[in-house]
């Protein structure tokens, strides 16, 4: 796969996750290496480490912060568990910066990110909420 490949409109570098279908009836693809990024890197994350079965170690430590009080090194602790997931399973990503947005008990973190091969084509993904039990994490995990 090449940037070039970005630009051949019948060339699908990949699924979209979550898996849903598409209006022809196959499941969504990303056309841009940049959209799949995007999709593993949240794939990346949101996986629990020892949650898949014959790579236990991949993931993130990311969803631990769930069952932990939000403190003042919280962001810190979230900034590591990305930045430390994305180094060891997703090596072509350069991650620029993590923004939070903080309300009351909840925390998003947004990641901004390039790929080696493009590294003047910035991207970002938003991640859910992290925090108390309204949050999409906390929800997803039967908090």
Same mark, same amino acid.
């Given at each position: ?5 970005? $630009? ?8 979209? /996750?979550?898996?849903? &279908?598409?209006? !022809?009836?196959? +499941?969504?693809?990303? %056309?841009? $290496?940049?959209? %799949? ?15 898949? $079965? ?17 403190? @003042?090194?919280? =962001?810190? %602790? ?5 930045? !430390?997931?994305?180094?060891? +399973? ?8 993590? =923004?939070?947005?903080?309300? @009351? ?11 080696? &091969?493009? &590294?003047?084509? !910035?991207?970002? /993904?938003?991640?859910? @909420?992290?925090? !108390? ?11």
């Amino acid at each position: 796969m090449s940037i070039s490949d970005d $630009l051949n409109p019948d060339i699908t570098i990949g699924l979209q /996750l979550p898996l849903g &279908t598409h209006a !022809d009836g196959v +499941f969504k693809q990303t %056309q841009t $290496l940049l959209e %799949q990024t995007k999709s593993n890197i949240k794939n990346l994350l949101l996986t629990v480490k020892g949650e898949r $079965l014959g790579n236990p170690n991949f993931g993130s430590n990311l969803l631990n912060v769930v069952f932990e009080q939000i403190g @003042e090194d919280a =962001e810190d %602790q979230i900034d590591a568990a990305i930045r !430390d997931s994305i180094s060891e +399973f997703l090596p072509h990503v350069i991650v620029k910066s993590i =923004e939070f947005s903080n309300s @009351e008990n909840t925390i998003t973190p947004r990641v901004i990110f390039a790929i080696n &091969t493009d &590294t003047a084509s !910035d991207a970002e /993904l938003e991640l859910p @909420e992290l925090g !108390d039990g309204d949050s999409a994490f906390s929800r997803t995990l039967g908090g």
